[in-house]
């Protein structure tokens, strides 16, 4: 249990991280894109290697990681114009 809260905790850090600092580039929809791609790599390899400890990853956790990633991305960039 006490390994889950560590873990939790570290993902509390990146997506924290990531809304903080795109908040604070507010302004400059280039830095904020960077900050959604580096928060999104972030997360996803956070979940594979958080199911990996665990030893409980498989392929279609792997995909699901990566494809809410994905969508992340596009809703982002729908959002913010160039």
Not at 39 to 60: C, F, M, N, P, Q
Not at 67 to 72: D, S
């Amino acid at each position: 249990m006490k390994k889950e809260w560590f873990h939790l905790l570290i993902l509390f850090i990146i997506l924290a991280g990531g809304i903080g600092t795109f908040f604070a580039t507010a302004g400059n929809t280039l830095a904020q894109r960077i900050v959604g791609v580096v928060t999104t790599i972030s997360y996803v390899l956070w979940g594979i290697l958080h199911h990996g400890l665990k030893e409980d990853l498989h392929a279609r956790t792997v995909i699901e990681y990566v494809l809410l990633g994905c969508i992340a991305l596009l809703l982002l960039f729908i959002v913010i114009p160039s």
